[in-house]
Nanobody, 121 residues
């Protein structure tokens, strides 16, 4: 089973930047898409950004122009570059990956454990 581990969260001042990483612990036969979601206390989980195997990206309106999703196939790692962070970006950020682990056609949506991002002065 492939595990996904996020890193890069932390405390940052408003206007600052962070880069989150999502590393896969094992090999993936076929990658379909990856995304980042976040959940703030007392709020529903929100889809922040996605990237497909073809490189197409989509962003929530709240982060457009500030966040950039990307992936490095060679490293089996995805990223979320977050700039101009604001207090309302404070949340636990989760990566999720849609993939076929063995090439059997079975697709799995794997989730990471989450990483805390806190934006505060």
């Amino acid at each position: 089973q492939v595990h996904f581990v996020e890193s890069g969260g932390g405390l940052v001042q408003p206007g600052g930047s962070l880069r989150l990483s999502c590393a896969a612990s094992g090999s993936i036969f076929r990658f379909y898409a990856m995304g980042w979601s976040r959940q703030a206390p007392g709020k529903q989980r929100e889809l922040v950004a996605t990237i497909t195997s073809g490189g197409s990206t989509n962003y929530a309106d709240s982060v457009k122009g500030r966040f950039t999703i990307s992936r490095d196939n060679a490293k089996n790692t995805g990223y979320l570059q977050m700039n101009s962070l604001q207090p309302e970006d404070t949340a636990i950020y989760y990566c999720h990956v849609d993939y076929d682990p063995l090439g059997t056609g079975t697709r799995i949506l794997g989730w990471g454990q989450g990483t805390q991002v806190t934006v505060s002065s």
